[in-house]
């Protein structure tokens, strides 16, 4: 059965820390889905992960759909929330609306995920209205890189530390049933989370936050890079360029395929067919 939105007011309540990583594909999203996380992102972060890309700036409603329907195939228990990408919800409200529900119609997603505070409450309301769940995301919002002038880390001021506890009150107001809080000082992450009522989902913003979200591959080991706020739980990309290794020595060597991957040949037919050929020459 597939989680709903209501169980993560109910994980904050009870003070059960959830537990979120993004997913791109059909066989990442089973297995996160296996491992018990309640909520998988496909996140716009894809762009980089999955594409190359060096910004999601580049990502499109094409890319996201997609990859969000892969991801959808692949759960059974976690709520699927799928970002709007750069230029999907800026333009006007009624763009918004109807991109966010071509996540959830086409998409198969229960929920959508966009970046900004104040500036996005309204296109936030008007989403939320048309009875689409809703997660917004403050703090370092990768969309605006260009803007920011890079990843830097946000809030680190008195008046930037209150703009973002506005961002996220402004959120909460608009009818978010969450809130991503990106790359802030931990105790502003604390500060956030005890002013809401919604749950605060933290990347890089501390352990006080209800939740945790991280990139899948980053955990994994997988992405090549190690973020500061990311830690790696395994090395995939040892582990699989070894075994990538090993096939291809093995099959230069002809230790690979042995008679164990081979189909064999139903005896009858094969002497029907060697007799066969024997006559024709
Ligand atoms: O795109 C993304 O991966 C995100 C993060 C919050 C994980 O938005």
Same mark, same amino acid.
């Given at each position: ?22 997913? %791109? ?22 762009? +980089? ?27 059974? +228990? ?5 970002? &709007?990408?750069?230029?999907? %919800?800026?333009?006007?409200? $009624? ?19 966009? $970046? ?42 008195? $008046? ?59 955990? &994994? ?38 008679? $164990? ?21």
């Amino acid at each position: 059965m597939r989680i709903r939105v209501t169980k993560f007011q109910e994980m904050k309540q009870r003070g059960e820390p959830i537990a979120s990583v993004t997913a %791109y594909d059909y066989a990442m999203a089973r297995v996160a889905d296996a491992a018990g996380i309640p909520l998988i992102l496909v996140g716009d972060s894809l762009g +980089n992960v999955m594409l190359g890309y060096n910004s999601t700036v580049r990502v499109t409603m094409g890319d996201m759909l997609h990859h969000a329907k892969a991801v959808v195939r692949g759960t059974e +228990n976690a709520l699927v929330a799928v970002d &709007l990408p750069f230029m999907s %919800y800026q333009v006007s409200e $009624e763009e918004a609306l109807r991109n966010a529900g071509r996540m959830l119609q086409e998409g198969g997603a229960q929920a959508v995920k966009l $970046e900004g505070g104040l500036r996005t409450a309204d296109t936030i309301e008007r989403i939320v209205e048309a009875g689409i769940p809703v997660i917004g995301h403050i703090g370092l919002t990768p969309q605006s890189e260009h803007a920011f002038g890079g990843f830097r880390v946000q809030g680190t001021e008195v $008046e930037s530390a209150r703009d973002l506890i506005e961002d996220a009150l402004a959120v909460q107001e608009a009818g978010a049933f969450a809130v991503v809080i990106e790359t802030v000082p931990s105790e502003l992450g604390k500060l956030v989370t005890e002013r809401l009522s919604i749950p605060t989902i933290g990347i890089g913003a501390g352990p006080h936050c209800d939740g945790q979200i991280q990139v899948l591959h980053d955990i &994994l080991g997988l992405s090549g890079r190690q973020p500061k706020h990311s830690k790696a739980y395994a090395k995939l990309q040892e582990t699989i360029t070894q075994a990538i290794a090993s096939y291809a020595e093995e099959v230069r060597s002809g230790a690979f395929p042995t008679v $164990e991957q081979g189909i064999p040949m139903d005896a009858g037919v094969l002497r029907e067919l060697i007799d066969a050929l024997s006559s024709e020459q």
